[in-house]
């Protein structure tokens, strides 16, 4: 298992730097994914790493061996493409036999260690296909099994399931899972959907705008967030300007009671606002708007005489809502904008 | 059937089609089959026809028969092989390489493309007469060895005109048809993108074999297409090698042209058995060479 360091890494398109001075360290045999919007550098960053661009500046390290002068062929860190690139020219098996036979692996054998991997993604019956006659899930699987056949110091995925629909997605993820357990390959992908990378990844990188903004395992982005930028990015809506003196928040809500301290945006995740009880700290509330959206509906309230907006998320929302509950555990201080 | 809306305009669909495919083609094919088919056709009658006497027919097969047993044809033949063959072949090569080095992005580029676009726009006759001015024993480049006293007289410069190995028609030929194969490739390399080769290179392949196993294959139909195009007009093409070539063994075309316009118009059938017979062996290489390269497409 290899584990890859990134130091400084810089990409320059022009002027601009489309990944600016990014440092990393990946641990043997972890999944990380790599996350942000479109246009955020982060295929960028997977290019360098697999040597397909030279960074402008900065280092890639693999294992503590510098690689950032080794050709693509070199590094073993093999990139499976989105939309698969499969070599038109060739048959499912030769596609997959094809890291192999630049090894100078025998053909017996190369046909064997192909078929088997093919099996292992359940395509066992479509080796003489052609790329052109498979669909897009199978060519997407054909693509790893031809990067996982090489055992591969790493695998660098490029939004390994954005071109699949709904149901291939859930099947293609779990097979991607068992298969990265069972090589114990150091996984990086990289995916603009935050779901994705919550469900794959040991450890979340967000980066906006060239640069990392948070690294931490899925639930350290998801419940403490870095700042409101990467709040917003996994979904949250609740962000109130103000001041904490330790006991109790002041903001367009009025006092709301948490252990916040000093001038900052005090957030809470829309499905963490209670509805039901009326506990102690219970703020008075009214209901402006509600709308379904599939698994929870999302509620707009009032609260506080400020005019304060808080927005809710709940499974089953009661007919009336007189007052909400912010749960202290839930309310997380952001530095001030 | 469904209307477009184009710039605030409601562009009604085109109506079914009713009238037969053959009816459409009709007006092509009858330009085709009559243009081509005819002068194939006109000139096969005359290449059988012995008496020379306008309105006159003798039918006879003789002048296929001293075009045939004539070792000068052959010789023709054999050099007209040679000039579209290795004209052919240089091309490609020159014309991938070059198309290789402009779809990169340097600086320069647009310049670079422009200049090896130039010459796609300069007459065959033109080139060639630049060549020979540059290259013959007493062009520019003779001149130029002879003052800097690399030679000692004209006879001294290697023969690069009117020589038996046809250099300067070969030289001509890749010197025009470098641009035009560069281009065709080009936009081959750009329709299947860099992204192909970049897997190749993640799975282990170097430059060379990530080109080699997974590029040419996909641009190999384009290339050979240019390829066949260049053989083909390399092969029947009357003005270099009257031009630039030696006077024995003349080009096929050449060749037919003199006994086209002998004073003894007794040859005249030989003329028209040569051209057909240049039109049936050209049609038989290329036929031969894009099975051979499977021009049909990457299955």
Same mark, same amino acid.
């Given at each position: 298992?290899?584990?890859?360091?990134?130091?400084?890494?810089?990409?320059?398109?022009?002027?601009? &730097?489309?990944?600016?001075?990014?440092d990393?360290?990946?641990?043997?045999?972890?999944?990380?994914a790599?996350?942000?919007?479109?246009?955020?550098?982060?295929?960028?960053?997977?290019?360098?790493?697999?040597?397909?661009?030279?960074?402008? &500046?900065?280092?890639?390290?693999?294992?503590?061996?510098?690689?950032?002068?080794?050709p693509?062929? =070199?590094?073993?860190?093999?990139?499976?493409?989105?939309?698969?690139?499969?070599?038109?020219?060739?048959?499912?098996?030769?596609?997959?036999?094809?890291?192999?036979?630049?090894?100078?692996?025998?053909?017996?054998?190369?046909?064997?260690?192909?078929?088997?991997?093919?099996?292992?993604?359940?395509?066992?019956?479509?080796?003489?296909?052609?790329?052109?006659?498979?669909?897009?899930?199978?060519?997407?699987?054909?693509?790893?099994?031809?990067?996982?056949?090489?055992?591969?110091?790493l695998?660098?995925?490029?939004?390994?399931?954005?071109?699949?629909? &709904? @149901?291939?997605?859930?099947?293609?993820?779990?097979?991607?899972?068992?298969?990265? =357990?069972?090589s114990?390959?150091?996984?990086?992908?990289?995916?603009?959907?935050?779901?994705?990378?919550? &469900?794959?990844?040991?450890?979340?990188?967000?980066?906006?705008?060239?640069?990392?903004?948070?690294?931490?395992?899925?639930?350290?982005?998801?419940?403490?967030?870095?700042?409101?930028?990467?709040?917003?990015?996994?979904?949250?809506?609740?962000?109130?300007?103000?001041?904490?003196?330790?006991?109790?928040?002041?903001?367009?809500?009025?006092?709301?009671?948490?252990?916040?301290?000093?001038?900052?945006?005090?957030?809470?995740? +829309?499905?963490?606002v209670?509805?039901?009880?009326?506990?102690? @700290?219970?703020?008075?509330?009214?209901?402006?708007? =509600?709308?379904?959206?599939?698994?929870?509906? =999302?509620?707009?309230?009032?609260?506080?005489?400020?005019?304060?907006?808080?927005?809710?998320?709940? +499974?089953?929302?009661?007919?009336?809502?007189?007052?909400?509950?912010?749960?202290?555990?839930?309310?997380?201080?952001?530095?001030?904008? | 059937?469904?209307?477009?809306?184009?710039?605030?305009?409601?562009?009604?669909?085109?109506?079914?089609?009713?009238? /037969?495919?053959?009816?459409l083609?009709?007006?092509?094919?009858?330009?085709?089959?009559?243009?081509?088919?005819?002068g194939?056709?006109? *000139?096969?009658?005359?290449?059988?026809?012995?008496?020379?006497?306008?309105?006159?027919?003798?039918?006879?097969?003789?002048?296929?028969?001293?075009?045939?047993?004539?070792?000068?044809?052959?010789?023709?033949?054999?050099?007209?092989?040679?000039?579209?063959?290795?004209?052919?072949?240089?091309?490609?090569?020159?014309?991938?390489?070059?198309?290789?080095?402009?779809?990169?992005?340097?600086?320069?580029?647009?310049?670079?493309?422009?200049?090896?676009?130039?010459?796609?726009?300069?007459?065959?006759?033109?080139?060639?007469?630049?060549?020979?001015?540059?290259?013959?024993?007493?062009?520019?480049?003779?001149?130029?060895?002879?003052?800097? *006293?690399?030679?000692?007289?004209?006879?001294?410069?290697?023969?690069l005109?009117?020589?038996?190995?046809?250099?300067?028609?070969?030289?001509?030929?890749?010197?025009?048809?470098?641009?035009?194969?560069?281009?065709?490739?080009?936009?081959a390399?750009?329709?299947?993108?860099?992204?192909?080769?970049?897997?190749?290179?993640?799975?282990?392949?170097?430059?060379?074999?990530?080109?080699?196993?997974?590029?040419?294959p996909?641009?190999? /139909?384009a290339?050979? *297409?240019?390829?066949?195009?260049?053989?083909?007009?390399?092969?029947?093409a009357y003005?270099?090698?009257?031009?630039? *070539?030696a006077?024995?063994p003349?080009a096929?075309?050449?060749?037919?042209?003199?006994?086209?316009?002998?004073?003894?118009?007794?040859?005249?059938?030989?003329?028209?058995?040569?051209?057909?017979?240049?039109?049936?062996?050209?049609?038989?290489?290329?036929?031969?060479?894009?099975?051979?390269?499977?021009?049909g497409?990457?299955?």
């Amino acid at each position: 298992m290899t584990g890859l360091r990134l130091e400084g890494l810089t990409a320059r398109y022009g002027d601009h &730097a489309a990944v600016a001075g990014l440092d990393l360290a990946v641990a043997p045999g972890e999944r990380l994914a790599l996350l942000g919007p479109s246009g955020c550098g982060k295929t960028t960053t997977l290019r360098m790493i697999a040597g397909l661009l030279a960074p402008a &500046a900065g280092r890639v390290l693999m294992d503590g061996a510098d690689v950032t002068r080794h050709p693509p062929e =070199r590094r073993q860190a093999v990139l499976v493409f989105q939309s698969g690139m499969l070599f038109p020219s060739m048959s499912v098996e030769q596609n997959v036999a094809f890291g192999l036979r630049m090894r100078g692996v025998p053909r017996a054998a190369r046909r064997d260690r192909a078929r088997a991997m093919l099996a292992r993604v359940r395509l066992d019956g479509l080796a003489d296909r052609r790329p052109a006659d498979l669909s897009g899930g199978q060519a997407q699987r054909v693509a790893l099994a031809r990067a996982l056949v090489l055992e591969p110091r790493l695998l660098l995925l490029d939004e390994p399931l954005s071109s699949l629909d &709904a @149901g291939l997605r859930d099947e293609m993820r779990e097979l991607v899972l068992a298969l990265q =357990r069972e090589s114990g390959v150091t996984t990086i992908m990289v995916t603009h959907d935050q779901a994705e990378a919550v &469900a794959m990844a040991d450890r979340i990188a967000l980066m906006l705008d060239g640069r990392l903004r948070q690294v931490g395992p899925p639930e350290a982005l998801w419940h403490r967030p870095a700042d409101a930028q990467v709040a917003r990015f996994f979904g949250g809506v609740n962000f109130w300007p103000g001041r904490g003196d330790g006991t109790r928040f002041d903001c367009a809500l009025g006092p709301v009671p948490c252990a916040a301290e000093g001038p900052g945006l005090l957030t809470i995740r +829309p499905e963490a606002v209670r509805l039901d009880a009326a506990g102690p @700290g219970a703020l008075p509330a009214r209901e402006t708007g =509600r709308r379904f959206l599939g698994a929870v509906t =999302r509620l707009r309230l009032v609260v506080g005489a400020d005019g304060g907006e808080v927005i809710a998320d709940s +499974p089953a929302p009661p007919e009336t809502i007189t007052q909400v509950t912010l749960p202290r555990a839930a309310l997380h201080l952001l530095p001030p904008p | 059937m469904r209307s477009l809306r184009w710039r605030g305009r409601i562009i009604p669909a085109a109506p079914v089609r009713t009238v /037969p495919t053959w009816v459409l083609l009709t007006p092509a094919l009858v330009v085709v089959l009559g243009l081509f088919g005819g002068g194939l056709a006109l *000139g096969a009658l005359r290449s059988l026809d012995a008496d020379p006497l306008p309105g006159q027919m003798a039918w006879s097969l003789a002048a296929w028969g001293r075009v045939l047993g004539d070792g000068g044809t052959w010789a023709s033949f054999g050099l007209s092989l040679w000039i579209a063959g290795a004209s052919t072949l240089l091309s490609v090569l020159f014309g991938v390489a070059v198309a290789l080095m402009l779809r990169g992005a340097f600086r320069g580029r647009a310049l670079a493309s422009w200049l090896v676009q130039l010459n796609l726009a300069v007459p065959h006759l033109v080139g060639a007469v630049g060549i020979l001015y540059l290259l013959s024993q007493s062009g520019v480049l003779a001149r130029i060895a002879f003052a800097a *006293g690399a030679i000692e007289g004209p006879a001294d410069f290697p023969a690069l005109i009117w020589d038996p190995w046809a250099a300067g028609i070969v030289l001509q030929y890749v010197w025009k048809e470098v641009p035009f194969l560069a281009l065709v490739t080009l936009a081959a390399l750009q329709g299947i993108g860099r992204d192909y080769e970049a897997a190749a290179r993640s799975l282990g392949a170097g430059p060379a074999r990530a080109f080699a196993h997974v590029t040419w294959p996909q641009i190999r /139909p384009a290339v050979t *297409g240019g390829a066949v195009i260049v053989f083909a007009f390399a092969f029947g093409a009357y003005e270099i090698p009257a031009l630039l *070539g030696a006077s024995y063994p003349k080009a096929m075309p050449v060749l037919a042209w003199e006994r086209f316009t002998d004073p003894d118009l007794a040859r005249r059938p030989e003329a028209m058995a040569l051209a057909l017979l240049i039109a049936a062996l050209c049609g038989a290489l290329v036929l031969a060479g894009a099975r051979g390269l499977r021009l049909g497409g990457v299955r």
